[in-house]
């Protein structure tokens, strides 16, 4: 499993190898990390700082630098995107877009420009991408002319049970649109089953909103999707690039 993330991350940071795929095209390394991700879930170990829940990381992240490129200021977010076909998802598609905006709005790294998804549709053809599929040649460029944006985000919802213990899995990645490099990626899952999670959990439901892990509290964050998701997307945005 270490190889495969070795891998990974050697051929996101190493786009040039392939002449002729463009640099924010990494599908098959999306595939690794989800594989990996839903083996793993999420680890024990903290070494990373300034994550409001020490004790329950996300370690499937890819950072091309640990600091925002200066230039990047603005940054359209796609439309939360999931497998049409998967009704679960779906219903969490719509529950957890706006906790995602909600999130990215905190973190005050970039000023976030929400996509519309009829612009989108009108530009692209569709009206929701994660980013692992291949793009059209002119997709960053055309967000860059409605947008203004310096960089896009790509948000894809990869598993969502609403039923306790609950689980909520996210694949995210940010690419410059100047150069097509990616700069952040992550792809985690998070399940509410695994003890490391829920304790990670109730240090988030303390430090946010300032009360302890107890009844009825500590019964929302088992059992109600939205307020597990909102603590899922907050672990995993808090592993953006400092700014």
């Known amino acids: 499993m270490k190889q495969f993330i070795t891998q990974a991350h050697a051929a996101m940071s190493n786009p040039d190898r392939a002449p002729n795929r463009q640099p924010w095209r990494a599908g098959r390394t999306v595939g690794l990390l989800v594989a990996c991700a839903i083996l793993a879930g999420c680890a024990v170990p903290a070494r990373q700082t300034g994550l409001r829940t020490p004790d329950c990381r996300a370690d499937y992240v890819y950072l091309y630098w640990p600091a925002l490129p200066p230039d990047v200021k603005r940054v359209a977010v796609l439309p939360l995107a999931c497998e049409a076909w998967r009704t679960d998802l ?15 709005v905190k973190t005050k790294k970039f000023e976030m420009i929400p996509v519309n998804p009829e612009i989108l549709r009108n530009r692209t053809g569709r009206p929701k991408w994660t980013g692992a599929e291949v793009l059209p040649q002119e997709f960053l460029n055309s967000l860059r002319e409605v947008y203004g944006c310096d960089a896009v985000l790509f948000c894809q919802l990869t598993a969502f049970r609403a039923y306790a213990p609950l689980a909520v899995g996210w694949r995210m990645r940010l690419v410059e649109v100047r ?6 990626a992550a792809d985690e899952i998070f399940d509410a089953g695994q003890q490391v999670v829920m304790h990670g959990a109730a240090h988030y439901q303390f430090f946010e909103q300032q009360t302890r892990a107890e009844a009825p509290e ?10 597990f998701g909102q603590y899922t997307v907050a672990q995993l945005i808090a592993t953006l690039p400092d700014r």
Do not use: K
């Open 90 to 104: 779906a219903d969490g598609c719509e529950a957890m877009a706006p906790i995602v905006e909600a999130e990215l």
């Open 179 to 184: 150069t097509r490099q990616t700069l952040w």
């Open 218 to 227: 500590d019964w929302f964050m088992r059992n109600s999707p939205r307020r």
